[in-house]
């Protein structure tokens, strides 16, 4: 793996836990588009490495199906999730001294960005 990929995994890591730790908006928001569109990831390894982030407890028996089929990479999910670690704290720290109000219109700018990408620039 390339020092620039290992750099996007973490960066991927790093946005969708500050962004989960900041509006509860994370995981198959962001890592599945960023893993796919940035990263060139198919649907299923996509959402095969984003559930391997949850493996324990949640996402455990669904990481299992994925794995046995060959869509996760565990050396991905570990360096996603280090990225994530710190940017849950980060985005924590910085969302509890914010306003609400603040914090929804966040939330909202970030699901209409990601929908229209999906929606009208998916190949």
Do not use: C, W
């Amino acid at each position: 793996m390339s020092v620039q990929t290992i750099a996007l995994l973490l960066l991927v890591g790093l946005l969708a836990g500050m962004l989960s730790g900041l509006v509860g908006l994370g995981g198959g928001v962001i890592i599945v588009p960023a893993l796919v569109f940035v990263l060139g990831f198919s649907q299923h390894q996509a959402t095969g490495t984003s559930l391997g982030i949850l493996l324990l407890p949640a996402g455990i028996f669904a990481v299992m199906n994925y794995y046995k089929r060959g869509f996760v990479d565990v050396n991905v999910v570990l360096l996603i999730f280090a990225g994530f670690l710190l940017g849950g704290y980060l985005g924590s720290k910085i969302s509890v001294s914010m306003p609400e109000a603040t914090l929804k219109k966040i939330f909202a700018v970030a699901l209409l960005l990601i929908a229209g990408k999906v929606l009208f620039f998916d190949k």
